[in-house]
């Protein structure tokens, strides 16, 4: 039997909550196309997303390691399929549109540049006279006019919730791009659950890889009250005792009782604010989306003791240091001759400022393509 857009639209009707958001009452897409035959509007947006380059590129950008450390570190695509797999989990349960909240999570760290948060740190500090950097609003710029795919007009032409679920990822309110979707208001759920599943990915998959990495030991993140409860879990009811199967047992409970609390609570903040349409959720004047505040604390706990730990580790701060000097010398290499940068790339100088064009081309760099630049621009020996 085959399946038309109508049909999928159809069956939203008839399996989502009342609050999930439907395809058909998709606010549109900038620039109007003929709807597709078999394919909602958002079943269309995670497909462009899948298909774009700087989703492929995500597999040589950094997570918490840099690419070239090991072939076994997650990697900000690993990152974002194990966020979108949480993602499809929690919408699913909460009858919540899979297809947006999908897409959404896809798109999430599409502008994330180079090197994780220390690239992005540098990029936003070199910017700053020209309007600053920011990954999230960089991923709508992404999608919006970066990628070129199509005859008739820049970007991939999202509908208007992925695009706003974009832009609205975390904290936002102060973020100039988001006026354009009213900043006062808050996404659809599907966007919402798409934060949560983010911070659930990060702590307990860098969690795993901080110990592969012997950064971390079992007795630091014993100090964690989640993590020490699904450690003491896995070895009771699975009676093992290989150390990667327990801290693969580890991962997956902790993960598990992180999604259990969500959706559970997400529930009751439905129901207590009496919530039945999406525009209800867009004005409750708070995200509705979070963990109970006992696990929020428990969140907390978890997330200092990364940080302390993990992310200020001095092997990953050379790292991180190392990189923010490759791409703080790139930036200024470009901005001193411009005609170092790919023809195709300088002609956007002419609709746009200078430093921001060279700040897109940097942003939508692998970790190893920085190098190898790095490598062109600086090393006499090197071939350019």
């Not at 979707?181 to 990915?201: G, M, N, R, S, T």
């Not at 004005?283 to 940080?307: D, N, T, Y």
């Amino acid at each position: 039997m085959l399946r038309r857009r109508e049909d999928w639209e159809r069956l939203e009707e008839q399996t989502l909550a009342s609050y999930a958001m439907r395809a058909r009452d998709s606010r549109g897409r900038r620039f109007p196309e003929p709807a597709h035959p078999m394919r909602t509007a958002f079943q269309r947006d995670r497909d462009r997303i899948v298909h774009s380059a700087a989703f492929r590129r995500l597999e040589y950008k950094t997570q918490v390691f840099v690419n070239h450390e090991g072939d076994y570190y997650r990697t900000r695509l690993t990152h974002t399929l194990e966020t979108a797999q949480i993602t499809r989990t929690v919408a699913r349960i909460l009858g919540l549109n899979v297809d947006l909240a999908e897409a959404v999570a896809l798109a999430h760290d599409l502008g994330h540049p180079p090197f994780g948060h220390a690239g992005e740190r540098v990029l936003d500090d070199l910017m700053r006279p020209h309007g600053g950097f920011d990954h999230n609003a960089q991923s709508l710029r992404t999608v919006d006019w970066i990628e070129v795919r199509y005859p008739g007009f820049r970007g991939l032409n999202l509908s208007y919730e992925v695009r706003e679920g974009i832009i609205k990822h975390s904290t936002f309110k102060n973020r100039s791009a988001a006026q354009e979707f009213d900043a006062l208001l808050y996404p659809c759920l599907e966007a919402q659950i798409v934060d949560l599943a983010d911070e659930i990915a990060y702590l307990a998959h860098d969690a795993d890889d901080g110990v592969k990495a012997q950064m971390l030991t079992e007795s630091d993140l014993e100090h964690s009250r989640l993590y020490r409860e699904a450690r003491l879990a896995a070895l009771r009811e699975e009676r093992i005792e290989t150390p990667e199967v327990v801290r693969y047992q580890t991962v997956r409970r902790l993960i598990n009782a992180l999604v259990t609390d969500l959706v559970a609570h997400i529930d009751s903040e439905l129901a207590k604010a009496g919530i039945r349409q999406v525009e209800e959720i867009r004005h409750a004047g708070r995200a509705l989306a979070s963990f109970s505040p006992e696990v929020g604390e428990q969140v907390k706990e978890l997330r200092q003791i990364m940080r302390d730990r993990l992310y200020r580790h001095y092997r990953v701060t050379r790292m991180t240091e190392k990189a923010g000097r490759v791409l703080r010398q790139l930036f200024e290499a470009y901005m001193a001759e411009p005609r170092q940068i790919p023809e195709h790339v300088l002609l956007r100088s002419q609709q746009e400022p200078l430093p921001r064009v060279i700040a897109d081309y940097i942003a939508g760099m692998t970790d190893r393509f920085a190098l190898d630049e790095y490598r062109k621009l600086f090393d006499p020996d090197e071939r350019v």
